[in-house]
């Protein structure tokens, strides 16, 4: 099993450009989230969902989007970048919550987003 | 307002020892408590966890006590090994509304395990 995958790993925008990351599992987990880590700021919740076709905003949710289609799929867009988006972008997924043990997140590789 | 604290930024210990690393948490309403581990261009790994309903959980040579009252944990590695050295973060989680659960960090510990 792959497990949580992203794509890209690495990207270089320009102020004001657009993009979409793509999370992926294949653990067939309910629940999806989107973190951004930064230097001394620990792991930040941008958006999260709870299943296909819902989505919620988390800690930090200004400037990006999120979307659901697919159960196994989570994407994250910045409509238009800015400096303070640049980050290490991870998403993470999790089993329905409910009894104890179903809490751990599993997470994806990361992407290093840079914003100049 | 950091409800999950980690006030150890960084920790070093010789190979064979223990590695101890604390946590604080602030809100009596977290319920749940997990420690992750998490080595550089990767992402976090779940290492272990405990429920507020015990103070002991113990995983190999990975051991988490919990002390609600002083809302204290830690991580405890017996013995350390040089393969343990990565940043370790502390999580909390409270059920809110819609029994959904969100994840509350801390900022890390870098461990550092010396041969």
């Known amino acids: 099993n792959a497990g949580v995958t992203q794509t890209p790993k690495f990207r270089v925008l320009k102020t004001g450009q657009s993009m979409t990351l793509l999370c992926a599992q294949d653990?067939?987990?309910?629940?999806m989230y989107w973190y951004r880590q930064d230097p001394g700021m620990g792991l930040r919740l941008i958006h999260y969902s709870v299943g296909e076709g819902t989505t919620a905003k988390g800690e930090v949710p200004d400037g990006y989007n999120v979307s659901r289609l697919k159960k196994q799929n989570f994407l994250l867009g910045l409509e238009s970048a800015a400096p303070s988006q640049t980050s290490v972008y991870f998403c993470?997924?999790?089993?329905?919550?409910?009894?104890?043990?179903?809490?751990?997140?599993?997470f994806g590789p990361g992407t290093r987003l840079t914003v100049t | 307002d950091q409800q999950v604290k980690q006030n150890s930024p960084s920790l070093s210990v010789q190979e064979g020892r223990i590695s101890i690393l604390n946590c604080d948490y602030t809100?009596?309403?977290?319920?749940?408590f997990l420690w992750y581990k998490k080595y550089p261009a990767e992402g976090p790994t779940f290492l272990i966890s405990?429920?507020?309903i015990k103070d002991k959980n113990e995983d190999g040579r990975f051991t988490v006590f919990l002390n609600k009252s002083a809302k204290h944990l830690s991580l405890h590695i017996v013995p350390s090994q040089p393969g343990d050295s990565a940043v370790y973060f502390c999580?909390?989680?409270?059920?809110?509304?819609?029994?959904?659960?969100?994840?509350?960090w801390g900022l890390g510990t870098s461990l550092a395990v010396n041969p």
């Open positions: 809100n009596s309403m977290f319920d749940y």
């Open positions: 993470a997924s999790s089993p329905r919550s409910g009894l104890a043990g179903a809490y751990e997140q599993y």
């Open positions: 999580a909390a989680s409270a059920r809110n509304a819609g029994n959904n659960r969100k994840l509350i």
């Open positions: 405990i429920s507020s």
């Open positions: 653990m067939n987990h309910e629940y």
